[in-house]
């Protein structure tokens, strides 16, 4: 038993003993109802790792008696699929419920993998149940998505934490034997982030690093974490890690180092539209007006990556990562929406528009002076007409502040003094 990390020990057996998730598998929960009632839908369980949607699949399968086929869309293809839809067809008999097919990570399907799904589902020949970390709306077709019903799940808070850890402590064979004096969970809570497979893990580790009596604090868990980086967490914490490094590498324009992570992330099995979808956010944020074309050839990456897969989205993202990391930067967009959100969520007045920036739709409005006095810019030399755009009270308030040392926002901040001459300096 020792051998059997502590996160499988500890599963749950029945749904009276599945932690978190109340608004599922609570007293009024539709998980509850699926059980008292035997009528259970395809679903798709959406939520971040460790938090129990294999956990709540398996325990659904179980207390209903239906037979499980389970299926990872990291390594299983299109005949796969089939070779298990026809296992279940064979298993039809006249009354019977349909079988179970839980695919893991069902977004790192490709359309032609989830199509092999439709027809099944649909005949009802097995009741779907797909697992994701990430949002269905974008990584799920339509077609499939519109047979499932979708729940979330939630990270888990501190007081699940908490019955998490009393739990393993009282009745895992291994744990309960051994002296554990619990003084602080703060570091334990805030290392697990909300994922009860990773508390289990830490605990694991804690556990397997102490001789005789263990003492958990803040102090003890950190220490051990840090001594055993290599194995907490190598998908979790590291994965925050080098993402953070790849994009700050992007950001401070040195392609190699970008590339470097880039492969790190890659070998290490990370999802390549995640990869894809943060060039999108880094085009926007990094390099922004000092190079639009960043944002073109990003967006155009993260739509090949989606419609070609691995292993030849590598060379797409790449060759993304290297014309970012080496392309001239700009934050001054994430900077001014930023400022005028702040401005706007703190200041209390109800600004009114210009009138003679609103719309007349009728007559009344229009003898009320709405529209009158509005400059069509184009009617005017150079597209320009000066107007005055602000409520009254803003006149002259700026929010975007051209970042003068690119070539392109220094033509954009020329135009601009030309235009507004000393209005916004």
């Given at each position: 038993?020792?051998?059997?990390?502590?996160?499988?020990?500890?599963?749950?057996?029945?749904?009276?003993?599945?932690?978190?998730?109340?608004?599922?598998?609570?007293?009024?929960?539709?998980?509850?109802?699926?059980?008292?009632?035997?009528?259970?839908?395809?679903?798709?369980?959406?939520?971040?790792?460790?938090?129990?949607?294999?956990?709540?699949?398996?325990?659904?399968?179980?207390?209903?008696?239906?037979?499980?086929?389970?299926?990872?869309?990291?390594?299983?293809?299109?005949?796969?699929?089939?070779?298990?839809?026809?296992l279940a067809r064979k298993q039809q008999f006249f009354n019977a419920r349909p079988p179970l097919l839980f695919?893991?990570?069902?977004?790192?399907?490709?359309?032609?993998?989830?199509?092999?799904?439709?027809?099944?589902?649909?005949?009802?020949?097995?009741?779907?149940?797909?697992?994701?970390?990430?949002?269905?709306?974008?990584?799920?077709?339509?077609?499939?998505?519109?047979?499932?019903?979708?729940?979330?799940?939630?990270?888990?808070?501190?007081?699940?934490?908490?019955?998490?850890?009393?739990?393993?402590?009282?009745?895992?064979?291994?744990?309960?034997?051994?002296?554990?004096?619990?003084?602080?969970?703060?570091?334990?809570?805030?290392?697990?982030?909300?994922?009860?497979?990773?508390?289990?893990?830490?605990?694991?580790?804690?556990?397997?690093?102490?001789?005789?009596?263990?003492?958990?604090?803040?102090?003890?868990?950190?220490?051990?974490?840090?001594?055993?980086?290599?194995?907490?967490?190598?998908?979790?914490?590291?994965?925050?890690?080098?993402?953070?490094?790849?994009i700050k590498s992007v950001r401070g324009s040195d392609p190699n180092a970008a590339i470097y992570y880039l492969?790190?992330?890659?070998?290490?099995?990370?999802?390549?539209?995640?990869?894809?979808?943060?060039?999108?956010?880094?085009?926007?944020?990094?390099?922004?007006?000092?190079?639009?074309?960043?944002?073109?050839?990003?967006?155009?990456?993260?739509?090949?990556?989606?419609?070609?897969?691995?292993?030849?989205?590598?060379?797409?993202?790449?060759?993304?990562?290297?014309?970012?990391?080496?392309?001239?930067?700009?934050?001054?967009?994430?900077?001014?929406?930023?400022?005028?959100?702040?401005?706007?969520?703190?200041?209390?007045?109800?600004?009114?528009?210009?009138?003679?920036?609103?719309?007349?739709?009728?007559?009344?409005?229009?003898?009320?002076?709405?529209?009158?006095?509005?400059?069509?810019?184009?009617?005017?030399?150079?597209?320009?007409?000066?107007?005055?755009?602000?409520?009254?009270?803003?006149?002259?308030?700026?929010?975007?502040?051209?970042?003068?040392?690119?070539?392109?926002?220094?033509?954009?901040?020329?135009?601009?003094?030309?235009?507004?001459?000393?209005?916004?300096?």
């Amino acid at each position: 038993m020792a051998n059997i990390p502590l996160a499988e020990r500890l599963r749950p057996r029945t749904i009276d003993e599945y932690i978190g998730q109340e608004h599922l598998v609570g007293a009024n929960g539709v998980f509850r109802k699926f059980l008292e009632t035997g009528n259970l839908p395809s679903f798709i369980l959406w939520g971040p790792p460790g938090v129990g949607k294999t956990t709540l699949a398996r325990l659904v399968a179980t207390e209903l008696d239906r037979p499980l086929f389970t299926l990872s869309a990291v390594t299983s293809g299109v005949k796969d699929v089939r070779e298990v839809i026809e296992l279940a067809r064979k298993q039809q008999f006249f009354n019977a419920r349909p079988p179970l097919l839980f695919i893991d990570e069902i977004h790192r399907f490709n359309k032609s993998q989830q199509d092999s799904l439709l027809g099944a589902v649909e005949q009802g020949v097995v009741t779907l149940i797909g697992a994701t970390t990430e949002n269905p709306s974008f990584e799920v077709i339509s077609p499939l998505l519109s047979r499932c019903q979708v729940y979330i799940l939630k990270p888990m808070e501190d007081k699940d934490l908490q019955t998490l850890l009393e739990r393993a402590l009282r009745v895992d064979t291994e744990l309960s034997r051994r002296d554990v004096t619990v003084r602080e969970t703060t570091a334990l809570f805030r290392f697990s982030g909300g994922d009860a497979r990773k508390l289990l893990n830490i605990l694991d580790i804690v556990a397997g690093a102490t001789d005789g009596p263990i003492v958990l604090t803040d102090a003890s868990v950190t220490e051990c974490l840090q001594q055993n980086i290599a194995l907490y967490d190598k998908n979790g914490e590291q994965h925050y890690d080098v993402i953070s490094a790849f994009i700050k590498s992007v950001r401070g324009s040195d392609p190699n180092a970008a590339i470097y992570y880039l492969a790190r992330m890659l070998a290490g099995g990370e999802e390549p539209r995640f990869i894809a979808r943060r060039l999108v956010i880094l085009a926007s944020e990094d390099i922004g007006l000092a190079n639009p074309n960043g944002l073109l050839l990003a967006n155009a990456c993260f739509d090949t990556v989606h419609k070609i897969g691995m292993p030849e989205a590598r060379i797409t993202l790449a060759e993304t990562t290297i014309y970012l990391a080496t392309s001239p930067k700009s934050n001054s967009a994430y900077m001014a929406i930023n400022e005028a959100l702040s401005f706007v969520q703190r200041d209390t007045t109800n600004r009114p528009v210009p009138l003679h920036l609103r719309n007349a739709p009728t007559r009344l409005m229009e003898q009320a002076g709405y529209g009158k006095g509005y400059k069509y810019a184009h009617d005017y030399a150079g597209g320009f007409a000066e107007l005055e755009f602000m409520p009254d009270s803003l006149v002259g308030k700026k929010f975007y502040t051209p970042n003068t040392q690119n070539p392109t926002e220094a033509r954009i901040d020329e135009r601009m003094r030309q235009l507004w001459k000393n209005k916004y300096q």
